[in-house]
């Protein structure tokens, strides 16, 4: 039985192979990969979601609110103060969205630095994605609601003012048949004021009417 | 199939990569080289992650976005109110009273008010949950440091345990040996 031999003990060669490449694998990591988390590190911190954010959220309010000014809603009361509202908590929104975006781009950042997890780019993709704050929400239904009243108002006049026409036009036209129901106590035409002639007096009612439909 | 075909279809195959491996750096000692990297990837974190993780710890006092808020209120209602004014001036003043304009007035500077405590109100409920939520992520990887931080350590440690038994066991034994070694010879010697 011979003595033990160091040689019989040195490192295999597929060992020293495995060494070789992870040692290679490290330093590729080490120039490629160490610079872009260093690169994604500055970004998660210098980066300002926020205001694309808050730029796309003011963007969102005027054009749901000053999109399409309305006489109505120039002399209301409140819709300057429904807007403020509305653009305040859209931006605080926006904010809030923005600054979750970027914590979570540098969780991920610092989660990858201790080698805990996959780095994922999280803000952007939430700076794109603001939900619409309630107030913007109920300041457009009003201002929505307050339009289709006005077109309610429109289509009613329109449709009064045609129905006027025709009972009219179906006076005159017994007038002309000789039926005189004076007698019953409905007044003839000739005794009637020019409003109740068709077109109000001459007012094109059905051009009118038609802005309105 | 032979083994010699064998070798010669892998040899083509491989070949190239094999190539690439020998002219790898020779590691002699992986042991060593292991120490080396694994000091070299705490050097980088210490160098590069360690303020940016203080930093983050100090996050979660952040108080960004209830001074926000309290900035963009009253921004917000200046912007309503010129808004409010150009839109009057494009009617012509719109048939608006001086009652009708007053009370508009009143109503922007109501609703400004009710804007800036509302919107700090949430604000302050939006921060807490970014900051809550940032100091829950931190504790998660807090603990994911501490438990590879206690794992390093239990894997020292049982090293360490390993060598001194073994070492013991080494003494027992050329003790033993010794003896053994010892009492042959006494024996040896009194032609026993």
């Known amino acids: 039985m011979s003595k033990p031999k160091a040689s019989a003990y040195k490192a295999s060669e597929s060992e020293k192979a495995t060494a070789s490449i ?8 080490r120039e490629a990969y160490l610079p872009k988390l260093k690169e994604a590190r500055d970004t998660s911190e210098k980066q300002d979601y926020t205001g694309v954010a808050e730029g796309r959220g003011n963007a969102d309010t005027m054009q749901a ?4 000014p309305t006489l109505a809603a120039t002399r209301s009361v409140d819709s300057s103060a429904n807007l403020a509202s509305a653009a305040t908590g859209q931006a605080a929104n926006a904010f809030f969205q923005g600054t979750v975006g970027k914590r979570e781009d540098q969780l991920g950042v610092l989660k990858n630095a201790r080698g805990l997890a996959n780095t994922a780019t999280a803000g952007l993709a939430r700076a794109g994605k603001i939900e619409t704050s309630n107030l913007l929400a109920a300041a457009t239904a009003k201002e929505t609601r307050r339009n289709a009243m006005i077109k309610a108002g429109g289509r009613l006049g329109a449709q009064f003012a045609s129905n006027v026409g025709d009972a009219n036009a179906f006076e005159q036209a017994e007038t002309k048949a000789g039926i005189d129901k004076s007698e019953d106590g409905v007044r003839k035409s000739a005794d009637q004021g020019s409003f109740f002639e068709k077109g109000f007096g001459g007012i094109d009612i059905a051009g009118r009417g038609e802005k309105y439909t | 199939m032979s083994l010699g075909y064998i070798r010669s279809t892998y040899a083509g195959m491989y070949g190239n990569q094999r190539d690439n491996v020998s002219n790898m750096e020779q590691v002699n000692d992986p042991e060593a080289a292991f120490a080396d990297i694994t000091r070299q990837d705490y050097d980088d974190y210490l160098n590069n992650f360690r303020a940016f993780e203080e930093r983050l710890l100090d996050a979660t006092n952040d108080t960004s976005i209830i001074d926000n808020a309290r900035e963009n209120a009253p921004k917000q209602s200046k912007i309503a109110e010129g808004v409010a004014k150009r ?28 804007n800036l405590a509302g919107g700090v109100n949430n604000a ?3 921060q807490r949950q970014v900051n809550q939520s940032t100091l829950q992520e931190l504790i998660g990887i807090g603990q994911g440091v501490n438990n590879s931080a206690m794992q390093g350590l239990g894997d020292s440690a049982a090293m360490a345990s390993q060598r001194r038994n073994a070492y013991g066991q080494a003494k027992a034994n050329y003790s033993s040996q010794m003896t053994g070694l010892g009492t042959t010879m006494l024996l040896a010697a009194f032609g026993v």
């Open chain 1, 22 to 29: 992870g040692l290679a694998d490290k330093k590729f990591f």
């Open chain 1, 65 to 68: 609110l000053t999109d399409r």
């Open chain 2, 87 to 114: 839109n009057t001036e494009r009617y012509g003043g719109a048939g608006l009273s001086n009652v009708q304009k007053q009370e508009q007035q009143r109503a922007q500077q109501r609703g400004g008010k009710l």
């Open chain 2, 124 to 126: 302050r409920i939006q």
